[in-house]
């Protein structure tokens, strides 16, 4: 598993260690793993539900996968960014819902239907674990791989801490192209 990093800007009150993982399965889908580790009683970790597309997930806890063609790259510029083309996000919520969207360019555009990614919660003592699987299609492929995390008491300035591979830009901005930090085949 690779370590995210919070944004320097949000670090967050609770010591936490995040780390997520990405892996072709013999299927062609995308297995997506993410683990947090440390103080899980002071996050606000949203109850289970059932399976189901859910609306503002990002707004609490959520594991998030930003997905990017290679070829998308290569049609805007390799000096542009692996994630500066069209890209797809994906939201996962310890709750079992999902959201998915799909982008031409940075910010534009909008939902995208997808079969449930089955996402499967194990939490224990001091760790969550959230894993999903999704289908993406193209061969090459640029990963941003992401985490909200909500803590308990919201009257606290730093209430949410944004994880990532790498944070581009001043404020958090999972959408950033150079966030888009991992290559997979």
């Not at 500066?84 to 959201?99: H, K, V």
């Not at 079969?115 to 003592?125: F, M, S």
């Not at 404020?171 to 950033?176: G, S």
Request: glycine content about 10%; overall charge neutral; charged content about 20%.
């Amino acid at each position: 598993m690779i370590p995210l990093v919070p944004h320097p800007s949000t670090p967050g009150a609770v010591a936490l260690g995040v780390r997520a993982a990405a892996a072709r399965t013999q299927r062609g889908q995308l297995a997506l793993r993410y683990r947090i580790e440390g103080e899980l009683g002071r996050l606000r970790i949203p109850p289970p539900r059932a399976p189901a597309p859910g609306e503002r997930l990002w707004q609490h806890l959520c594991c998030e996968a930003f997905v990017a063609p290679a070829s998308a790259r290569a049609a805007a510029g390799a000096a542009a960014g692996p994630g500066a083309g069209s890209y797809r996000e994906f939201n996962f919520s310890p709750s079992g819902e999902w959201g998915a969207f799909e982008f031409q360019r940075y910010r534009e555009g909008g939902p995208l239907a997808i079969p449930d990614p089955g996402i499967a919660v194990r939490i224990d003592g001091q760790a969550l674990e959230l894993s999903a699987s999704i289908e993406v299609g193209a061969a090459k492929l640029w990963l941003g791989l992401c985490v909200v995390i909500e803590e308990m008491d919201v009257a606290l300035s730093g209430a949410f801490s944004y994880w990532a591979l790498r944070h581009p830009a001043a404020r958090p901005d999972f959408h950033h192209p150079d966030g888009f930090a991992l290559e997979i085949a």
